[in-house]
């Protein structure tokens, strides 16, 4: 069965440094989302994209999140200057469109110290 | 988007029927409810999804009633490996657009031996 990607499992880095999390999207989905989840709270929507360009983004995506798909497969998510309330957990998904059923990935942890 | 209420948590026990309900008062006429169900460390996963009266898959039972104003998922002989946390979302199927799901916190289900 085909699934959703992401590398690294686990990332640390310091404060201000930047960070680029990768995933792999299921080959035939055109709808890519990233979302976050920290530690003991909700999952939290942070950007769509569709067709190259972003769709819809929360409050939380602000000018220290970009996303990107360089070639036709890989999705990235880059925080430039991270900081230590980007610790969290950051899902990549994938649909066809439509009916709500995206498939996650398994995850990154990112540590911000 | 309609805001949805469930039981924080629920314990039971091995072989047991559990059914979890989610209150949507606000659901509009063309919003779906959609179950996820989410293991510690790892990303969400979508179990069923309906719009009305009952569907079931080889996983869990949803039932809607004919005011939609909640639903219950039902999870047939529940093992320990069901232990997880289960979201309820309601939301448009915008037909071929991408959607981003608003997870609430969901109800953290302890099956018990």
């Known amino acids: 069965e085909p699934e959703v990607t992401q590398t690294p499992s686990h990332q640390v880095t310091q404060m201000g440094q930047e960070v680029i999390l990768r995933c792999v999207p299921i080959s035939n989905h055109l709808y890519f989302y990233w979302y976050r989840q920290i530690l003991g709270q909700k999952v939290e929507f942070l950007v769509s994209f569709y067709n190259n360009e972003i769709s819809e983004k929360s409050e939380i995506f602000d000018d220290q999140f970009s996303v990107e798909r360089p070639d036709g497969s890989n999705f990235t998510l880059k925080i430039r200057s991270t900081k230590l309330e980007d610790s969290a957990m950051y899902f990549c998904a994938s649909d066809r469109g439509g009916y709500n059923e995206q498939f996650f990935g398994p995850g990154t942890r990112l540590t911000v110290l | 988007l309609a805001k949805t209420t469930q039981p924080i948590s629920m314990d039971s026990y091995e072989g047991q029927e559990v059914n979890i309900t989610c209150s949507h008062n606000?659901?509009?006429?063309?919003?779906?409810i959609t179950w996820y169900q989410q293991f510690p460390s790892q990303g969400p996963r979508f179990i069923i999804q309906?719009?009305?009266t009952k569907v079931t898959n080889e996983v869990a039972s949803l039932f809607i009633p004919a005011d939609r104003k909640s639903s219950t998922l039902s999870l047939p002989r529940v093992s320990l490996s069901d232990t997880a946390v289960y979201y309820c979302l309601v939301g448009p199927s915008n037909g071929n657009a991408g959607n981003m799901l608003t997870f609430g916190g969901g109800t953290r289900l302890m099956v018990k031996p």
């Open positions: 309906g719009y009305k």
């Open positions: 606000n659901i509009a006429t063309n919003d779906y």
